[in-house]
């Protein structure tokens, strides 16, 4: 089987409200699950594993935008400030899984979005772009859940699958067991072929490939 890529795209709230420890534990998190994407990548040898990292605030921006190779990505912090415009990032993903640039065959993008809070622009018109893409319908797609203030119902329209559940992170303990599983299950279930292995082919809607873990937390002291 020719090697195909695997495009997974960080999705992360970096508005205000992520000042402190959960932007320093969001970003150790990402950082100590690295190791592990590359892991699965190797087990992988089918898929070729490209990351990149859109961050939303005041504004939505790309922190890593050119697709670079598992092997070969490292870790840059991002950094808090202002409001929380999701829609603006959700268009800038619809952008990329057009195709062109997005390849006729390839396997399903992944999209992991993290969020501690509520969107404060027209989000819904964001899902609908990436909605509007053939490979945005076929994306696998993870959300996580940071702290009591998140606001679930939005996390659960951008899954776009009534048999999955946004992940809750609650500690510094669950953010960090969420993101170190939603870069390796979501990246194996990603990695099994799209029907017929073109994006004009099979059904418009993912089936429920993966399922999110219960996550244990003992951190009785440190709860969001």
């Not at 018109?125 to 993870?142: F, Q, Y």
């Amino acid at each position: 089987m020719a090697n195909r890529p695997v495009h997974f795209i960080w999705l992360l709230d970096t508005s205000y409200s992520m000042l402190g420890e959960k932007i320093g534990q969001l970003n150790y998190a990402i950082r100590e699950a690295i190791p592990e994407m590359q892991s699965v990548a190797r087990d992988n040898p089918a898929a070729q594993l490209l990351l990149r990292t859109i961050t939303f605030s005041t504004t939505a921006r790309w922190h890593h935008k050119d697709p670079v190779e598992v092997d070969s990505f490292t870790w840059q912090d991002v950094a808090p400030d202002g409001t929380t415009n999701l829609g603006e990032a959700l268009h800038l993903v619809a952008g990329e899984l057009r195709t062109p640039p997005m390849p006729e065959r390839a396997l399903k993008p992944v999209i992991a979005l993290v969020s501690d809070g509520a969107p404060t622009d027209d989000w819904r018109a964001g899902l609908r772009a990436i909605e509007a893409t053939p490979w945005g319908r076929k994306a696998v797609r993870v959300a996580i859940a940071i702290g009591a203030d998140a606001d679930r119902g939005v996390l659960q329209e951008f899954l776009a699958n009534p048999e999955l559940r946004p992940l809750d992170a609650n500690s510094p303990k669950q953010l960090a067991a969420a993101i170190r599983w939603a870069s390796t299950a979501a990246v194996k279930a990603a990695s099994q072929p799209v029907a017929g292995g073109h994006v004009g082919d099979g059904p418009t809607k993912p089936a429920a490939p993966y399922a999110p873990p219960v996550l244990a937390d003992d951190d009785e002291d440190d709860v969001w």
